[in-house]
Nanobody, 126 residues
Framework: QVQLVESGGGVVQAGGSLRLSCAAS????????MAWFRQPPGKEREFVAT????????YYSESVKGRMTISRDIAKNTLFLQMNSLKPEDTAMYYC???????????????????WGRGTQVTVSS
């Protein structure tokens, strides 16, 4: 069993920055693919960014590319999402997810991930 706990959300003005954290327990993240998703109010959960199991490859949605950076700290067993130049349309509940199933690819769908955190709210005011 894997537990994921997100933190770092809050209210920020457009153009500002936030850094989200996702602390994992129950498994080491060093050999597992992880990702960030978000769910805007009234909409479906959508992919934001992922890092592959080896940590050598990342992939971003077009809407956040160049503004957000996914990274991980193996020693802390924690995933991060650095968010810069935030826009009102970035307002959403942000979730981290981890894939324990086999595979070395880049995964961008909700169904590809096995465990989820409860989320952290990000609100960007205009």
């Amino acid at each position: 069993q894997v537990q994921l706990v997100e933190s770092g959300g809050g209210v920020v003005q457009a153009g500002g920055s936030l850094r989200l954290s996702c602390a994992a327990s129950g498994r080491t993240i060093s050999s597992l693919a992880m990702a960030w998703f978000r769910q805007p109010p009234g909409k479906e959960r959508e992919f934001v960014a992922t890092i592959n199991r080896g940590g050598g490859a990342t992939y971003y949605s077009e809407s956040v590319k160049g503004r957000m950076t996914i990274s991980r700290d193996i020693a802390k067993n924690t995933l991060f999402l650095q968010m810069n130049s935030l826009k009102p349309e970035d307002t959403a509940m942000y979730y981290c997810a981890i894939r324990v199933s086999s595979g070395d690819g880049i995964y961008t769908t909700v169904s590809s991930y096995d465990y989820w955190g409860r989320g952290t709210q990000v609100t960007v005011s205009s």
